[in-house]
């Protein structure tokens, strides 16, 4: 299996492609996000998230199969391919922005269980809790740090 390799975004052609690894990744573990709110969400991400935030892409084969993004030690985002889960991809996404960007929080759905075992196993924990997500959706949010030390 080609090794993954993980760099910084090279911009906004990049773009549609993260988008298609949103769309997969958002289909295989948001099942609880409304068809409406996941169409809203999409349609926002090229022109109003992903320039806001620092993207960092994973590859395999010169081909993007995940990315991440951060603002201010936080993680914002982190999607990977449907087709590229469990093969080590997310886990290289974290340990670079963690490296790199000095990621220590990160605010997780409730609902996706799967990432928030994830971020457990990865040296997470849950710090706090809030009733909507940012954009004052009803999808609880769980908020986590990383432990240190």
Known sequence: MPEV???RSVGEGEYPRLV???RSAVDATH????ADDRADIEEHLASDY???VNLIVAERDGIAVGFAGTAEQNLEMLFVDAAERGRGTG???LAYVVDHD???KVDVNEQNSKAVE???R???EVVGRSELDDQGRAYPLLHMRIKRG
């Open 102 to 104: 000095d990621v220590a």
């Open 5 to 7: 390799v993980v760099r």
């Open 122 to 124: 990865r040296g997470f």
């Open 50 to 52: 992903f320039p806001h």
């Open 91 to 93: 886990t290289a996404l």
């Open 20 to 22: 298609e690894i949103w």
């Open 118 to 120: 994830f971020y457990l």
């Open 31 to 34: 099942h609880f996000l409304a």
